[in-house]
Every structure is written in C-alpha cells, then in structure tokens.
C-alpha cells in the first residue's frame, strides 16, 4: 500500500521530504540564480579575505552566503510546499525571525563588539512585529487595525535622532502621514480587500530600513549590513507567509523577450533623463573611470542591495497591493505607484526636487518593465543599470 501520511520510513516528515524534493527540482530550473549565489559569495568573499583578518573572514563569509542564499534562494524555493510546512506551527513560522535576529548578536560577539541590550531588544521587535501582523493579517480591516498599523510606524518614526534640515523634517512628517489617506478614504467595499495589516508590516520593514532603525553591523567593511541583508531574506520569507510571493515574479530565468523589455525601458528612461539631468545640471560627465573589477563588483552590489530589494517591494509588493485593493487600470496605479517611489527619494540632498522628478519618471519605466515581463528581477535589472551608468559615467 503507497505510504500518503505519516513519516518516511528513515524518519524524515513526508512534508519535510517533500519539500526537499521540491528544493531540489527548483534549483535545477533556476539555475541563472544559483549561478548568481555562486559568484556574488565568490565575489564578495574575496573582498572579505582582503579587507577582514582569516580568522574572521571565514565566519563572515559563512554568515554572507547562508543570507545570500535566503535572500537569492527564495528563486528556487517550493513556496506551496513551504507553506504547507509551516502550517500554523508558531514554532516554524518565528523560527526565522529569531534565527536573524539571534545571528545578529552572534556576528557582533564573533567581531569582538560590545552587546547594546537597547539595539538588540529593538531589532529583535523589528524582526517580530511585522511577523506578527502578517500572521494574523486578514482581508476586511476594523478600527483596532488602524490603530495597531499607526502605533508601529510610530514605533519607528517618532524616536531616533532628529532630521538635521527641514527637508528632512518633511520626509519623516510625511513618511507618517502619507499611509492614512489610503486608510481613511478607502470605502466601505474597498476596506473589505484592503489588508491592512499586510500594508503596515511592508511599511514597518520598509521605514525600519529607510530611517535606519537597524544596527549598522558592516559583513565586510564597505560592503552591506548584516541586518540589511537578513531584513531582504525576512520580507521575502513574509511574503510566502502571506500567500504574496508568486505577484512578484522572482526568477532569475529570462526570454529573449524578457532582455528586449529591459533594453527598450532602459533606453526610453534615458530618452529623457540625460537631456533633462545635463540641462538642469543634475547630472556632469565623471571626471575619471573607474577600473573594469572595481566596475562590475559595483554593478554586482548596485542589483543586489539596491535595484532588487527596491524593485520587490515598490514594484512586486507595493504596487501589487494597492493594484489588487485599488482596482484602478494598471496604468492608473502605475502613475501612483511610480509617484511614490518618487517621493520616496526625498531625503536625497542636495537637489530634492530634481531628483524626485528623475526617481518618478525612472519608477515609471521600472514598473513598465515589471508589467511588461512579470519579473521583477527584470525590472530591477532596468534599476540596477541605471544607477550603475550614473554612478560609473557621471558624477
């Protein structure tokens, strides 16, 4: 009789197995990310073995290659088997959560660093809340909702060192406020589909990063955090929780068609940003090339801590959920959308207000990208070729 329930006959759990099974037949279908894992652990794992004593360097590149394959290795993950294997088991689900939290405090005991109880306890909430409200998130939202999404951002908005310029004042003032119009103008048959909690804990993880409420605990010196890289691997990880992943098309497996999208977006932004930028002044020819390595590590970082964590949330998570509560055409929500990423820029000094119109029209083309293709690794590629022309030709 074929065994349906219980466990393997070596002890293995049949959804565990399963999951194995599903782990491994997805890496062999993604195989461009594999390939990615591989040379981004290569790559920045010489810059460690350079920049950081031997000792050191080995458990530091341990610590980058188990979070890059969180991060990356979301590409090949089972997400239907995964979430079968969460269940509603707690244990599982906060496993992750507190494992980033808990190699966090390893990494600084490893450097030698002292233990801020003040920073540990605040990055622990930060890793927990936004668990804890996609958990129990739900369609139709009620007045306690509200109130919970804006005691978090509160959470993270209010304490902190103050802006330093009125510019800065506004951002913060307007990162509060900009949530509640969505909230308290959204009708009744709105609210109904509006997850709210969802929207708070994505807005939660997103102001934790952007008004840098994490600790800055440097991998490899000038290279990226620890807990940027672990809050990348736990918003991925809360999107299968909440049944989101499959909006955000991260593959790494791309059609002829696919790098055609790329290049014509990529081409049509800069259609209007090199006139634009030369004119106002905004952008000037570099005085000086950098060399080809230190170029296409640059390029490397640029897509993996900048084009892709932006594109999944503006693009894949963002955009996706105000589509769905919204029901506007996409165009429509393509123009909010793209707004918002402009505005998002706004703690960019020194020339705010260009760079604001540059940030909107370049979301504009990023979105295309991703609505064109259904990729938002493709879009993130347009992203990340943006910023790296700019950081590489100009100045």
């Known amino acids: 009789m074929k065994e349906t329930t219980g466990s393997h006959p070596e002890g293995i759990p049949l959804d565990t197995r399963g999951m194995v099974a599903g782990v ?30 031997i ?37 599982r689900i906060y496993g992750i959560p507190f494992a980033l939290w808990f190699g966090g405090g390893l990494l600084r005991i490893l450097r030698g660093d002292a233990l801020d109880p003040g920073g540990l306890l605040l990055s622990l909430a930060v ?12 369609a139709a939202w009620k007045f306690m909702d509200g109130w919970i999404v804006a005691g978090v951002l509160a959470f993270l908005l ?23 119009p969505f909230i308290l103008g959204w ?12 929207f708070g ?25 620890y807990y940027q890289l672990a809050i990348i691997t736990l918003f991925l990880w809360l999107l299968i929780l909440a049944g989101r992943f499959p909006d955000l098309g991260f593959t790494f497996r791309w059609t002829w068609r696919d790098v055609g999208v790329v ?24 005085a000086s090339l950098p060399g080809l390595p230190e170029a296409l590590i640059r390029w490397l970082a640029i897509y993996l801590f900048i084009g892709l964590p932006e594109e999944i949330l503006f693009r894949g998570t963002l955009h996706v959920h105000l589509q769905r509560v919204l029901g506007w055409p996409p165009l429509r929500t393509l123009m909010l959308s793209s707004l918002l990423f402009g505005l998002a820029h706004l703690n960019n000094p020194p020339k705010v207000g260009l760079y604001v119109i540059m940030a909107t029209v370049a979301g504009f083309f990023y979105g295309r990208t991703y609505l064109q293709t259904g990729k938002v690794t493709a879009a993130a590629m347009v992203h990340a070729l943006v910023d790296w022309i700019w950081s590489v030709f100009f100045q």
């Open 55 to 91: 000792s050191l360097a080995l458990p530091i590149l341990g610590f980058f290659a188990a979070l890059m394959a969180g991060y990356l290795g979301s590409a090949w993950v089972p997400v239907d088997s995964v979430r079968r294997w969460m269940g509603a088991d707690v244990r």
């Open 187 to 198: 009708p009744s048959n709105i609210r109904e589909r509006s997850h709210l909690l969802f």
């Open 158 to 180: 209010i304490p902190g060192p103050p802006p330093s310029d009125p510019v800065g004042w506004a951002f913060r003032i307007g990162a509060a406020l900009w949530p509640f």
């Open 201 to 225: 804990a994505v807005l939660f993880m997103w102001y934790a990063v952007e008004f840098q409420r994490l600790p800055k605990d440097p991998l490899i010196a000038g290279g990226p955090s």
């Open 127 to 138: 890793f927990l809340i936004p668990t804890a409200m996609v958990l129990h998130n739900r």
């Open 263 to 286: 290049v014509l977006n990529l081409a049509g932004f800069a259609a209007f940003a090199l006139p634009f930028g030369l004119l106002t002044g905004f952008i000037a020819p570099a």
């Open 24 to 53: 491994m037949a997805a890496i062999r279908r993604e195989w461009p990310g594999v390939g990615l894992w591989v040379v981004t652990v290569l790559g920045f794992g010489g810059l460690a073995l350079q920049r950081e004593r």
